[in-house]
């Protein structure tokens, strides 16, 4: 099926669905399907809703409002507090499952009191063929709409519709919430959350600094120490020059990960086991 198709069928979905609340983390996929809704239903009819809670970057939340406003779209900012319950804060291998079932306890009533049809996730269609996603299993427990996947969109065909429609989200780097950096059976909290934001603030600037500007890069939490992750490319650059790592502040060690960055590496032991 061509991408010209599958993106006529997910206007026809949005439209049939008339209005939209978009759980609008502000990554790529969540951005398009924003700007999907729009261009299907017009800005009155859409909502973008952004949780906001620790494991929310600061930057991630600015970025959000800023693409939001430049689409005409009702933005919102409800809070959620995933930390409250104790299957996330237990940071199992089911740590998604509680965090979209908060997320969408949160969004479900908004949607009913704003009169808006349903709650929409960026969940594409690449999403839907990892056998472990509890974050997916609760969206549709919840009976939040993905209209993505259900026209089949990959990640790929999304940053590619997104270049085709000018949005700046297209090539824009993965974003996974800070959680997703804390190693499984590390209790989650506020604390361990802001050590990770503000680590990965610091070393991205000093990388900038010395003239190794960063795509993407990750600062796993893995206890006493730090495991960092960054472009394959600067992999050697970094370990030839460890003094950089001296702003990952908070941890007995830190280390470069010889793999580099890769999205859901805490995931591999998990899959090995």
Do not use: Q
Not at 115 to 144: H, K, W, Y
Not at 149 to 173: C, H, I, M, N, Y
Not at 193 to 208: C, H, K, S, Y
């Amino acid at each position: 099926m061509s991408l010209d198709t599958r993106l006529a069928d997910l206007d026809r979905r949005l439209r049939e669905l008339g209005s939209v609340v978009v759980a609008f983390s502000g990554g790529a996929d969540s951005a398009f399907l924003l700007a999907a809704a729009v261009r299907a239903v017009g800005p009155e009819h859409v909502v973008a809703a952004t949780a906001v809670s620790p494991s929310l970057p600061a930057s991630e939340l600015a970025e959000a409002a800023d693409f939001a406003r430049g689409l005409g779209v009702r933005h919102l900012t409800p809070a959620t507090d995933e930390m409250s319950r104790p299957g996330y804060a237990a940071n199992g291998r089911d740590r998604c499952f509680h965090c979209k079932a908060e997320l969408l306890d949160v969004l479900t009533p908004l949607a009913a009191d704003l009169g808006l049809a349903a709650v929409a996730t960026g969940t594409n269609a690449d999403d839907a063929r990892d056998r472990f996603r509890p974050g997916i299993r609760a969206a549709e427990l919840a009976g939040a709409v993905t209209p993505l996947r259900d026209a089949g969109l990959t990640k790929a065909e999304v940053r590619e519709a997104s270049r085709r429609w000018g949005l700046e989200t297209a090539d824009k780097p993965a974003a996974a919430c800070l959680s997703s950096r804390v190693a499984y059976g590390l209790r989650i909290s506020r604390e361990r959350l802001g050590r990770i934001e503000r680590a990965e603030a610091a070393l991205r600037e000093a990388l900038r600094a010395a003239d190794l500007p960063v795509r993407d890069l990750r600062v796993r939490d893995l206890g006493d120490r730090a495991r960092v992750e960054v472009d394959r490319e600067l992999v050697e650059p970094l370990s030839a020059r460890p003094e950089l790592l001296d702003v990952v502040e908070g941890f007995d060690a830190v280390e470069v990960d010889p793999l580099g960055f890769r999205s859901g590496s805490m995931n591999e032991a998990r899959n090995a086991s």
